[in-house]
C-alpha cells in the first residue's frame, strides 16, 4: 500500500481563497464567506485566506482569530509606538493608551465600520512554517501539533502550491481508523 503524502491530501492553490495584500478586510470577510458558500457537502470550510504580494507569489494567509486581532485598537498602536516615542510622545503616555485602548470601548457597528479598511498586509500572517507536497502524513500530524496551527502551507521546492489543513488530517485519521 502506498504511503499518503501530503499532496494527497492538500487543498491546491487554486481552489484556496486567496486576496491580494492590499486588499481591504471587508475583501477578506467576503472571500472567507464566499468560499464557505462554494462547499459541497460534508466539506470544511475555508477558515483562513491566503494573502498573495503583486507578483502573485503567496505571502502570508489570514484567519478568524487574525481578524478579530487586527481590530483592536491596542495592536495599531504597537506598530506606532516607535513614531510616537520619536515624537517626543512620553512612556507614561504610551503606556496609558496601551492599557486604555481595547476593542471593548468602542461600538461593534465602529469598529466594522473601520475594519473595512483594514489592508490585508497589516493583518496577515507571514509565512512561516511550510512542509513539502511529498511529506508524509505522519511528518505532516507532527507538524501541526508542533507548531500548533489548524493550517500549513504546502511547497514544492520552496513554493506554495496548496494547504494542507487539521480538519481534513482528522477526517482522514478517523477514516483509517474505522477500516
Given at each position: 500500500?502506498?504511503?499518503?503524502t501530503v499532496a494527497d491530501l492538500m487543498i491546491p492553490l487554486d481552489a484556496y481563497p486567496a486576496v491580494a495584500d492590499d486588499a481591504t478586510m471587508a475583501a477578506v470577510v467576503s472571500a472567507?464567506?464566499?468560499?464557505?458558500?462554494?462547499?459541497?457537502?460534508?466539506?470544511?470550510?475555508?477558515?483562513?485566506?491566503?494573502?498573495?504580494?503583486?507578483?502573485?507569489?503567496?505571502?502570508?494567509?489570514?484567519?478568524?482569530?487574525?481578524?478579530?486581532?487586527?481590530?483592536?485598537?491596542?495592536?495599531?498602536?504597537?506598530?506606532?509606538?516607535?513614531?510616537?516615542?520619536?515624537?517626543?510622545?512620553?512612556?507614561?503616555?504610551?503606556?496609558?493608551?496601551?492599557?486604555?485602548?481595547?476593542?471593548?470601548?468602542?461600538?461593534?457597528?465602529?469598529?466594522?465600520?473601520?475594519?473595512?479598511?483594514?489592508?490585508?498586509?497589516?493583518?496577515?500572517?507571514?509565512?512561516?512554517?511550510?512542509?513539502?507536497?511529498?511529506?508524509?502524513?505522519?511528518?505532516?500530524?507532527?507538524?501541526?501539533?508542533?507548531?500548533?496551527?489548524?493550517?500549513?502551507?504546502?511547497?514544492?521546492?520552496?513554493?506554495?502550491?496548496?494547504?494542507?489543513?487539521?480538519?481534513?488530517?482528522?477526517?482522514?485519521?478517523?477514516?483509517?481508523?474505522?477500516?
Amino acid at each position: 500500500m502506498k504511503q499518503e503524502t501530503v499532496a494527497d491530501l492538500m487543498i491546491p492553490l487554486d481552489a484556496y481563497p486567496a486576496v491580494a495584500d492590499d486588499a481591504t478586510m471587508a475583501a477578506v470577510v467576503s472571500a472567507m464567506r464566499d468560499a464557505a458558500r462554494e462547499l459541497g457537502a460534508g466539506k470544511h470550510p475555508a477558515r483562513a485566506v491566503l494573502v498573495r504580494n503583486a507578483g502573485g507569489a503567496i505571502v502570508g494567509q489570514i484567519g478568524h482569530l487574525d481578524v478579530i486581532r487586527g481590530l483592536e485598537l491596542r495592536a495599531h498602536l504597537q506598530e506606532n509606538l516607535g513614531t510616537l516615542s520619536m515624537a517626543g510622545v512620553s512612556g507614561e503616555v504610551l503606556d496609558s493608551l496601551e492599557d486604555n485602548l481595547n476593542l471593548l470601548d468602542e461600538r461593534f457597528e465602529d469598529v466594522c465600520r473601520r475594519a473595512a479598511l483594514i489592508p490585508a498586509g497589516r493583518i496577515m500572517r507571514p509565512i512561516g512554517e511550510s512542509i513539502d507536497e511529498n511529506s508524509t502524513l505522519s511528518e505532516a500530524m507532527h507538524r501541526l501539533v508542533r507548531w500548533q496551527t489548524p493550517r500549513i502551507l504546502v511547497v514544492r521546492s520552496g513554493v506554495v502550491v496548496g494547504v494542507l489543513r487539521l480538519a481534513d488530517v482528522i477526517d482522514r485519521l478517523a477514516c483509517a481508523i474505522n477500516e
